[in-house]
Each structure stands twice: as structure tokens, then as C-alpha cells.
């Protein structure tokens, strides 16, 4: 019996760790595209700030994540989009069709949609092979967003407003309708809290404006002389900003912290030391139940030692 209850309480505690390990790993780390010094940086949970990778970039811009874990990257000068894997090799993921791109936001599917300069969003499939998305209805597109309707959100930095393209039966319509007209002057980056609530900043106004899921816009956040940029929520509801910094400071990123099912206006100086920094990407989170299945795994195999321990 006590050998019994011993394995089973091994067996148990080996699953809980295995279960409990994804919320603890380095799936929260902040990824940033430091475009003043070409390198894209990793940020941990106490903000320390170190380079992730810098070969091959050129001005990274926007950041997105793949649901493998591969890190995409835009870049300006020359347009393209670098794929990274987890030990941040790179390599070119596409170049055509691209216009000095700047915001990234993957599908469901798998399919990488970039904000282009010419007024244009162009969808590449997981082979890099690119097709013109959408082509009316956008001035100078910046941020991009999914909901978890799979709606994809665009905002449009000359006309201040945010476009919503439709999802229906599987299928994203390229024909956009404006969604929300922004309170702010040039809106950035797109970001969506798990409410369906949408946030985008304003260089020009140094604010964060947020949408209601009705497309009723309010000023956020204000007075962020550091210039915001792109946004990004972690898993637990936290709101990051990147700030590209003045004359007198260097870029840095602004928190604002969720608690108690609310997200503070009061933004808190989450890292430093950042040269220029734009797009912000957080590594995905391992599904849990792809782990509850390694679990119930090793469970098994301390199962069936016992069996053979007890028969034997």
C-alpha cells in the first residue's frame, strides 16, 4: 500500500508541475523590434532588457508571433519580413509585394497579413507566397489586429479611423468598413484586450485611445511624452506600450497594469535602455491541453511500473 501511494503521489505531482510549467515559462517575455540599433530584444518578467537577435535586420518595425513560436519581423529599408526560430537565426520569409511595411498580425489559420505604405494589406500563406489582401478603403495602414471572431482590425494613420474586415462562415471579407473614427491624431499600433476592447496609441498626442466592441472611442491614457507606439496585452491582462523616447530620453516601455478586472490608466516604466523601439510581440503560451497529454503520459508509465512492481 504505501508503495502503492507513493508512486501515485509522484505520478500526481510530476503531471501538476507538467501542467502548472507553461504558466511559469518564458512565454510572458516582451519581444521588441529596436529599430534604432537593428536588433530585435528580449524582455523578461522584471524588464531586463537583453538581444534576442540582430543578424540579417534592417529597421525592424512590427512583431508577430506564429503559433509554432517563430518570431516574424517587418522590415523598412529594404521592405521585407524575417522569419526567427526559437534560437534567433534568421531568415527572409518574403519580400514581394511588400511597400515599407510595418504592423504584422497573423490569422487563425496560419496566414501573415502586413500593413503596407501604399494603402494596401498583403496576406502571405506559411510559404511566403503573398497576394494585395486589400486595397480600398485604407490611407497609410498601421496597426493590425485580430479579434476572437476572427475580425480583422486595421488602423488607418491618415484618415484617424480603424477599418474592421469581417469574418463570416470562415471566410475574412477584404472589403472593409470603418469600424471607429479615432478621437486621436495618427493613430499606431492595435492592440485588443480579451473583452474585445481595442487600443491604439497616437505619437501625435502622446495618448491611448480605446474602442468599445460598439466602436465607442475614449482617451485611455494621456501625457506619454515618450511618443507610443505599438501595444501589446500579455496573458494576464497587462497593457505594454512601446515609447520611442525624446531629445532628452531614451525609448523604454510603459506598463499598465491589470488588476481586479481593471486596467490602469496609470501607466508605470516597465524597461529602458531602448533605442527606437516599435512593433512589441509576446511568445504564445503553450496550449494546455498538449501538456495535460505528457502528463497523462508519465502518468501512465508510473501506472504501469506499479502493475509490474506489485505483480512481480
Do not use: C
Not at 515599407?100 to 497573423?106: I, Q
Not at 488602423?155 to 471566410?171: A, H, L, P, Q, R
Request: aromatic fraction near 12%; hydrophobic fraction near 40%; charge should be negative.
Amino acid at each position: 500500500m504505501k508503495a502503492s501511494l507513493a508512486v501515485s503521489t509522484a505520478s500526481f505531482a510530476i503531471s501538476l508541475l507538467l501542467l502548472i510549467a507553461p504558466v511559469t515559462s518564458r512565454a510572458d517575455n516582451l519581444f521588441v523590434a529596436n529599430g534604432g540599433n537593428n536588433t530585435i530584444d528580449e524582455i523578461n518578467s522584471s524588464g531586463t532588457v537583453t538581444v534576442f537577435t540582430s543578424s540579417g535586420l534592417a529597421v525592424p518595425y512590427g512583431l508577430a508571433f506564429d503559433s509554432a513560436g517563430n518570431l516574424y519581423a517587418a522590415g523598412d529599408y529594404p521592405p521585407s519580413i524575417d522569419e526567427m526560430d526559437s534560437s534567433g537565426t534568421v531568415t527572409v520569409f518574403a519580400t514581394s509585394g511588400l511597400a515599407y511595411v510595418s504592423f504584422l498580425a497573423f490569422d487563425s489559420a496560419g496566414n501573415l497579413y502586413a500593413a503596407n505604405s501604399n494603402n494596401t494589406i498583403e496576406k502571405f500563406n506559411s510559404s511566403g507566397v503573398g497576394t494585395v489582401f486589400a486595397n480600398s478603403g485604407l490611407f497609410f495602414p498601421r496597426g493590425l489586429a485580430f479579434d476572437s471572431a476572427g475580425n480583422l482590425y486595421a488602423v488607418n494613420y491618415d484618415m484617424n479611423s480603424i477599418e474592421k474586415f469581417g469574418s463570416s462562415g470562415g471566410v475574412l471579407n477584404s472589403n472593409g468598413t470603418t469600424f471607429a473614427s479615432s478621437v486621436l491624431d495618427g493613430p499606431q499600433g492595435l492592440a485588443i484586450d480579451s473583452a474585445g476592447n481595442l487600443y491604439t496609441a497616437s505619437l501625435v498626442y502622446g495618448a491611448i485611445e480605446e474602442v468599445s466592441t460598439s466602436g465607442v472611442g475614449r482617451v485611455f491614457a494621456s501625457r506619454l511624452y515618450g511618443g507610443p507606439s505599438a501595444l501589446a496585452f500579455d496573458s494576464a491582462g497587462n497593457l505594454y506600450v512601446s515609447m520611442l523616447g525624446s531629445n532628452s530620453t531614451s525609448g523604454y516601455i510603459e506598463e499598465f497594469n491589470f488588476s481586479g478586472g481593471v486596467l490602469s490608466s496609470n501607466g508605470t516604466v516597465f524597461a529602458t535602455g531602448l533605442d527606437g523601439p516599435q512593433g512589441l510581440a509576446f511568445q504564445p503560451v503553450p496550449e494546455p491541453s498538449a501538456w495535460a497529454l505528457v502528463a497523462l503520459g508519465i502518468g501512465a508509465v508510473f501506472g504501469g511500473w506499479h502493475l509490474r512492481h506489485r505483480s512481480s
